[in-house]
C-alpha cells in the first residue's frame, strides 16, 4: 500500500511565524503536491514537483514555498502567517498521469 | 465555466438503494478520471479511476465515462450509512496534475 505521511495532524502557530509542513511517501512516486482544502472552495493546489528539485507554482502559490530536497520528501514552507492561511493542508504523491495518494492532513490554525 | 463541476447536494438515499453521483469536466483533453471519497475532517481517498468510455465495476462501485459527452458518473449500489461522505471527482487534464470538482454530499438515510 501507498503511504504518504504527514509531519502533524494539527498544528497552531502565531501570525508571522515560520511553518513547515513535512510530508514523505514511500512509493518511489515522481510528482509530490500540496494543496489546501477550505469548506465551499474544494481542494486547491498550491505547489507541485515532478522531480527532485523541480517546482512548479499551482493555482494560489502566494505566500508559500516549497522544497523538495529527496524524492520521498516534499516541504511546504509558509515564510509569514497569516490567519488566512488557517486550512486544512493535504500532501498528495502520484506516478506519472495516474491517481494521486493523499496524506493524512493538517490542521493548521494561525492565530 | 468551472473545469469539474459536480452538484454540491446534499444527496439524500436510502439505505439499499443506488445513489447516482455526476460529474461534468471541461477540457476534451482529458484522460484519466477519478472518484475520491473524503470523510468529514478526513483526507481523499482514492475509490475509482477510470480511463476509457463505458464502465468499469468494483464490488458495490461503478463508474461510468462518456468522453464525448464530457460526462463522469459513479454509481453505489446498496448504499450503507458508511457510504455518508463527500464524493471528489477528479479529472487529468494536463501533464501530472489533477483537477477536482468541490465534491458531492452523499447521505445515507437509516
Known amino acids: 500500500d501507498v503511504k504518504v505521511t504527514q509531519s502533524s495532524r494539527y498544528l497552531v502557530k502565531r501570525t508571522g511565524e515560520k511553518v513547515f509542513l513535512e510530508c514523505v511517501q514511500d512509493?518511489?512516486?515522481?510528482?509530490m503536491f500540496w494543496y489546501r482544502q477550505d469548506p465551499g472552495l474544494g481542494l486547491r493546489l498550491i505547489y507541485f514537483?515532478?522531480?527532485?528539485?523541480?517546482?512548479e507554482k499551482g493555482d494560489i502559490p502566494e505566500g508559500y514555498s516549497v522544497s523538495r530536497e529527496k524524492k520521498e520528501r516534499f516541504s511546504l514552507i509558509l515564510e509569514s502567517a497569516s490567519t488566512n492561511q488557517t486550512s486544512m493542508y493535504l500532501c498528495a504523491s502520484s506516478f506519472s498521469y495516474n491517481e494521486q495518494f493523499f496524506g493524512p492532513g493538517t490542521r493548521l490554525t494561525v492565530l | 465555466q468551472k473545469e469539474v463541476e459536480q452538484n454540491s447536494g446534499p444527496l439524500s438515499v436510502p439505505e439499499g438503494a443506488i445513489a447516482s453521483l455526476n460529474c461534468t469536466y471541461s477540457d476534451r483533453g482529458s484522460q484519466s478520471f477519478f472518484w475520491y471519497r473524503q470523510y468529514s475532517g478526513k483526507s481523499p481517498e482514492l475509490i475509482m479511476s477510470?480511463?476509457?468510455?463505458g464502465d468499469k465495476e468494483d464490488g458495490r462501485f461503478t463508474a461510468q465515462l462518456n468522453k464525448a459527452s464530457q460526462y463522469v458518473s459513479l454509481l453505489i449500489r446498496d448504499s450503507q450509512p458508511s457510504d455518508s461522505a463527500t464524493y471528489l471527482c477528479?479529472?487529468?487534464?494536463?501533464?501530472?496534475?489533477?483537477?477536482f470538482g468541490t465534491g458531492t454530499q452523499l447521505k445515507v438515510e437509516l
Open positions: 512509493m518511489d512516486h515522481e510528482n
Open positions: 477510470i480511463y476509457s468510455n
Open positions: 477528479a479529472v487529468n487534464p494536463l501533464r501530472n496534475k489533477l483537477t
Open positions: 514537483s515532478y522531480d527532485v528539485k523541480m517546482k
